[in-house]
């Protein structure tokens, strides 16, 4: 097969897209979120190289369950791009605006047997301390609540992951307890998280304290 042929799954067999194939097409039509510095967009085939380095940093990953070889890096990356089509929401990739690169990803997640719907996140090393974290989960709760609909939203943490728990703290987030992550991840975490009513109650103060309507 050469490059300008296609595979049986919608790509040359150098892994790039076919031109119009289904899924690309479908992907085009999720939602696109916007913040002051970042853009959050479904995954694409271009982001798989930074994907794929972000899952294989031991820093990055250390509280994520380790390091991945590349080949379960790229299954990662298909079930999230997958449960955009079967459920209906999954992960962003997040693009730092000001450069263009893929620096995380982060959104609502919930495989079967997960202990709530969550938003989640997971920014590649050079990202980390700039608030990213916080400014694209705050997006996509926002997202959760107002288009998805939830009543709640959690966040799965290890407990020695300080960072991440700053991070849910400053989303409006409180301990809810421990929870069990499904097979095959068979850990245990911190549950954090808030109702759709906290959500809505501190949106409506900030309005306030703004003079906003």
Not at 137 to 163: M, P
Not at 166 to 184: D, M, N
Request: aromatic letters at 8%; one cysteine or more; a neutral charge.
């Amino acid at each position: 097969m050469t490059d300008s042929q296609s595979s049986p799954f919608g790509a040359s067999s150098s892994g790039s897209p076919s031109p119009g194939f289904p899924w690309r097409r479908m992907l085009e039509t999720t939602p696109v979120l916007q913040t002051p510095r970042l853009i959050l967009r479904a995954p694409v085939a271009e982001d798989l190289p930074a994907w794929q380095a972000n899952m294989s940093d031991p820093d990055s990953m250390r509280f994520l369950g380790g390091v991945v070889s590349p080949h379960m890096a790229w299954r990662n990356m298909t079930t999230v791009v997958g449960a955009w089509a079967i459920v209906g929401f999954s992960m962003f990739s997040v693009i730092e605006k000001s450069t263009g690169r893929w620096v995380g990803r982060l959104g609502p997640w919930q495989p079967e047997g997960w202990p709530g719907k969550e938003v989640g996140w997971a920014l590649a090393r050079e990202a980390e301390g700039r608030g990213y974290a916080t400014e694209g989960a705050q997006a996509a709760v926002d997202f959760a609540f107002e288009v998805l609909g939830w009543d709640e939203c959690i966040h799965s943490i290890d407990k020695d992951n300080t960072a991440s728990i700053a991070v849910a703290h400053r989303l409006g987030s409180t301990h809810k307890g421990k929870a069990v992550l499904p097979s095959p991840i068979d850990r245990t975490i911190e549950r954090y998280g808030q109702t759709r009513a906290e959500w809505q109650a501190r949106r409506d103060a900030a309005r306030a304290g703004a003079g906003t309507p």
